[in-house]
């Protein structure tokens, strides 16, 4: 699931007011290239939503669940199908509840002693989050005593900056806002969020033809 993560490289974080707004959401994303599918629980129905768009869209897109804060968020979505599971801090009991689905695990992070925590825990990914009070400079500032730890920042992530977070060290990148708003989820302007997904998927395109080989 990391090498699915970092093949995906952009993880839309979804935060739907409703479950046909996040469904429809979904497919305009996946229409502009982005695969990386976080549903958060604050998206109503969240299992419900992780159910259908597993039936629909299968190995064809990075499903995940996000805002996981108990065991039990934990559970329901990996029921639901979701492969990888997100919570926005780091706690024992919510991490060796979301380790135990057998999912990716992914937990948040800002500072050090947190990484430290969340590496002792056994996590998959730490996400960086909110990213955005330190940018791509704080995140190479963290890799240095931490090289080993596979980073996600979540937060002030866009196509202007997104080689700057993939040059800090950044295995994959969190985006929500700039992505899929809840503002155009909740008017409907599922064409603004397919838009934005082919800026996003354009700029990956950018930065993995610049790579030297």
Known sequence: MLSALETAAVIAVVRAPDRDSALHGVAALVAGGVTGIEITYSTP?????????????????????????????????????????????????????????????????????????????????????????????????????????????????????LHEWFAAGAVAVGAGSELCSAADLGRGDFAAVEAKARRFTAAHSALTTARPA
């Open 45 to 161: 129905d969240a299992p419900g939503v992780i159910a259908e768009l597993d039936r629909r869209f299968g190995d064809e897109i990075c499903l995940g669940a996000g805002t996981v804060r108990s065991g039990e968020d934990a559970r329901r979505a990996a029921a639901a199908g979701a492969r990888f599971l997100v919570a926005p801090g780091t706690t024992p009991t919510v991490v060796a509840a979301m380790r135990d689905t057998g999912c990716a695990v992914l937990s948040g992070a800002l500072t050090p002693s947190e990484v430290m925590l969340a590496v002792d825990l056994g996590v998959d990914v730490v996400k960086v989050f909110p990213a955005s009070l330190g940018g791509p400079g704080y995140l190479k500032s963290l890799r240095a005593p931490f090289p080993d730890v596979p980073f996600m920042p979540t937060g002030g992530v866009n196509p202007e900056n």
